[in-house]
């Protein structure tokens, strides 16, 4: 409590201070050849680290302190252009649009192109763009994909709420299903096309721009998203000379501290830039501590005209507690933790214990080279390397950690696990060993990627560009025993090569088995853009190889213990064209097929080198249409789309009469997405502007499957033991997609109070939310799955800009959740498809964060 008035008389001594500042100053830059916008240019106050960045319509605002001075604006590529001012006497002063020159001599680092950036009014897609000032603002302790949540299509959540932990889920697609990128670079998992956001926790510090290109999307590598792209570009050498220092606090002993360092570009023309940090704290679930690091390293040089290189590193190394067991509502209600509940932890020796916990550092190093081989065309190409080490903890053996009973290992129904009593027991068994252990499940994996892109202009109205995907993949899969508990080892029986092993700390256990993806892909693309029309037609190929090779389950001997390569061709083609109606009003309509291949556990069954032989590609028919409208004070966009996924990839084990188990493919099954998406803002006066969203989706099932015979590899008819054959019944017609909301709209406002205080207000609201199920189990005409209550969240906050011992600093203050609304973030199916049986996770409640930052 001392700790947040202290915080709060700083804020409010600040505040009063505010008298000091003078006006604002806004403007449009574009590029002076094309009239394109110009976003991310940086806008600075000279003589000042006072700055901002352009929106991805070329628009700034900026509020300054002094009466008269210069605003100096520069971006990469473009000649730097110094612009003077005069408040006197007025409040507010517009630049109008400031067009850019292009410079052959300045530091080339990134363009649009090279990072498959959508450009407003022109490329033919759904957008939306989260600028650096926004995540700086407002996230606070939020995991970064919730700074998405006032975005059409976006439904975020925190997962168990762990440190790391969240979901990223856009039109009703998981993240396996969209495509992350960091600076053009894909990070989706190679085996599972997953995304933990725990191994980017860092992205948050050093992000220049956060881009959603909804639907088919604007990449330029041969990458198949179904939902939409999610576009990360972190900072880069061309910010100005200078830096800054930063610290957090918030609730649950919440603090992060870090610095930013960035050279500029020096007269050898190298520049360099490094920031550094690290995030701390007891979570707001009970038993989920973290203690994170990140750091970014970017250095740029210069060659010559022609020619620059660019090395960027960045990584995230954390540890966090988990829960990982949802709970029925009743158990959050019986509970003395309530919505904090989590079962997953206890002590041991008297020391907090995860049962359930992450671990994992995913250090990701890219070397860029930028050719500029005439006036017309360029070469970009990017080698990089990745490397994975940490996995996630649980437990083996007996289960001792059973909950909402009297259980003599735990403390209550729902408290902590008693570690020591387990441990007794293990020590009691004596040579049996222990009964149970802690263990942790490792993924550790190397990934070696190379992007390049080759652009020319055909024509002074057609632009090509192609280019090649290549990424090589190993991933190492195993279990290590972290904990015996007090026993003397572990007895595992599930290694061929040594039956009744035993395993001690260290050790590997249970499986143990190598997973290789290679990946190569090529992608083409010609767009056409003179006066008021623009379009663009692309194709893409690739191969997608598989190989499992597998040291427990096969003798060292055995030539089965590693399998060939499975190959998986894919192609894809989409088109779009923009017709800009006027200077405010534009259309557009993109349409687009493509593959995708299975991922790693569908083609490789039973956790064994069991290859599905008949494991097809996914296909995947989408097509949009849509409108905007930019005006003086007022923009909007409203789009409508379909998409159809045929063919979704469903496994399923059967056992036939000899007891032989294999896996059968259940195909023909679809799904339809479909909705409507409205975005808005609005300025009524310079000090105060608007925004809205609205996102209605209709996602369903689109057919049964219905008496599917099953066969074994060998194409034998299952039967069962009257001889009849198995049928297979997948009944899910109309039924709703379930994990995510299909419903959402939220509006906020921002108020400069002062100009150099701003307050925030943002509500969100999530309806039409259906928990999620296992589509195969349903082989009879059930209920629709379990509909969640709608809830609606009020976040608030407070940025405030001042003068401290000669350099400009900033304070941020933010509470999420204000109104400290109780409601459901995630819930599984159960029985019936009632309130009462479903799994579910409750989102935090009433969080907050205050954090000042000088800038130098």
């Known amino acids: ?144 994909p919730e700074i998405l949540k006032t975005t059409p299509g976006v439904y975020a ?12 889920r856009i039109r009703g697609f998981n993240s396996e299903n969209v495509a992350v990128m960091i600076n053009g670079i894909p990070v989706n998992d190679m085996e599972n096309g997953r995304v933990y956001w725990s191994n980017w926790a860092g992205l948050s510090d050093v992000a220049s721009s956060m881009q959603v290109q909804r639907g088919l999307g604007a990449a330029m590598i041969a990458l198949p998203s179904i939902g939409g792209t999610v576009n990360i570009v972190t900072k880069s050498t061309d910010i100005a000379k200078g830096g800054n220092v930063m610290m957090t606090t918030g609730n649950d002993g919440y603090t992060k501290y870090g610095f930013t360092l960035s050279t500029g570009l020096l007269d050898s ?33 210069k060659i010559n005209e022609n020619h620059e290189l660019s090395f960027t590193a960045f990584g995230a190394p954390q540890r966090h507690g988990q829960r990982q067991n ?55 190409s990017a080698v990089y390397y990745s490397f994975g080490t940490g996995g996630g903890g649980g437990w083996s053996g007996d289960n001792k950690f059973q909950f909402g009973t009297n259980s003599p290992y735990r403390d209550g129904l729902y408290g902590p696990v008693d570690l020591d009593a387990i441990a007794a027991d ?40 192609g280019g090649i995907d290549l990424r090589i993949y190993k991933g190492e899969h195993y279990q290590e025993v972290t904990d015996l508990l007090g026993g003397l080892y572990y007895i595992d029986d599930n290694d061929e090569n040594d039956p009744n092993k035993l395993v001690r700390e260290g050790d590997k256990f249970s499986y143990y088995d190598f997973g290789y993806t290679n990946w190569a892909g090529f992608f083409a693309q010609a767009e056409y853009d003179k006066d008021a029309l623009s379009a663009v037609v692309s194709v893409a190929g690739s191969n997608t190889a598989y190989k499992r090779k597998d040291f427990f389950n096969y003798l060292d001997s055995d030539p089965q213990r590693e399998t060939d390569w499975i190959n998986f061709p894919a192609f894809s083609t989409k088109g779009g064209v923009n017709y800009r109606l006027d200077t405010e009003n534009n259309v557009f309509a993109n349409i687009g097929y493509f593959e995708r291949a299975p991922f790693n556990d569908a083609v490789f069954q039973n956790f064994q080198n069991d290859v599905n032989a008949d494991a097809e590609n996914q296909k995947i028919f989408s097509a949009e249409l849509g409108y905007g409208f930019r005006g003086s004070n007022f ?58 969203m609205l996102s209605v989706g209709d996602w369903k099932w689109d057919n049964d499957v219905e008496d599917v015979p099953i066969f074994d590899e060998d194409q034998n008819q299952l039967v069962d033991d009257e001889g009849e054959p198995v049928l297979v019944n997948v009944l899910i017609d109309g039924l709703k997609v379930g994990n995510s909301a299909q419903t959402t709209f939220a509006v906020g406002a921002d108020y400069a109070i002062l100009p150099s205080t701003n307050i925030r207000a943002n509500f969100n609201y ?36 001042f003068e401290f011992g000669g350099f400009n600093a900033q304070i941020n203050a933010n509470v999420f959740n204000v109104l400290d609304t109780e409601y459901l973030s995630d819930s599984q199916n159960g029985s019936g498809s009632v309130a009462e049986t479903a799994l579910v996770y409750y989102g935090p409640g009433r969080t907050y964060t205050v954090g000042a930052k000088i800038n130098f």
């Open 426 to 465: 293990n020590q009691a068994a004596g040579i049996n060993g222990s009964e149970t252990i802690l263990r942790a499940s490792r993924n550790n994996h190397n990934w070696l990627g190379a992007l390049s892109q080759f652009n020319t202009e055909i024509s002074d109205f057609i632009d090509f560009t």
């Open 766 to 801: 999530a309806g039409d939310y259906f928990s999620d199920y296992n589509p195969l189990g349903r082989d009879e005409r059930g209920p629709q799955t379990w509909e969640m209550p709608a809830y609606g969240l009020l976040d608030l906050g407070l940025t405030h800009r």
């Open 157 to 168: 959540t925190r997962g168990g709420g762990g440190f790391g932990d969240a979901e990223l």
């Open 326 to 380: 949802r709970l029925l509502i009743d158990d959050y209600r019986r509970s003395p933790s309530g919505i904090k509940t989590n079962v997953d932890w206890g002590y041991r020796n008297g020391q907090f214990v995860s049962i359930e916990d992450n671990f994992y550092h995913k250090p990701q190093m890219s070397l860029n080279h930028y050719w500029t081989i005439n006036d017309k065309s360029s070469l970009s």
């Open 1 to 144: 409590m001392k700790k947040i008035t202290s915080l709060l008389t700083l804020v409010f001594l600040l505040l009063t201070a505010a008298a000091q500042a003078q006006g604002t100053i806004r403007g449009t830059v574009v590029d002076g050849e094309n009239g394109t916008p110009l976003p991310g240019v940086n806008v600075v106050i000279e003589g000042t680290t006072n700055g901002v960045s352009t929106d991805f319509d070329g628009m700034f605002t900026i509020q300054v302190v002094e009466n008269t001075g210069s605003v100096r604006v520069s971006y990469v590529g473009f000649a730097p252009k110094v612009i003077p001012f005069d408040l006197s006497g007025q409040k507010v002063i517009d630049l109008g649009t400031i067009e850019l020159a292009m410079d052959d001599n300045a530091l080339d680092e990134v363009i649009v192109r090279s990072y498959s950036l959508a450009i407003d009014r022109k490329t033919p897609v759904a957008v939306s763009t989260i600028k650096a000032e926004t995540i700086e603002n407002q996230l606070g302790n939020q995991e970064f």
């Open 635 to 692: 923009r909007a966009d409203l789009n409508v789309y379909r998409t159809k996924w045929m063919d979704r990839t469903f496994t399923r084990r059967f056992t036939d009469p000899n007891d032989n188990q294999f896996t059968a493919n259940i195909l023909g099954i679809d799904a339809l997405h479909q909705g409507i998406e409205l975005e808005m803002q609005y300025r009524p006066v310079d000090a105060l502007t608007l925004t809205g």
């Open 269 to 301: 023309d190298w520049a360099a830039t490094v920031s550094l940090s690290r995030t701390s704290g007891n979570g707001f679930v009970d038993g989920t501590p973290f203690d994170a690091y990140s750091y970014f390293v970017n250095v740029a040089k």
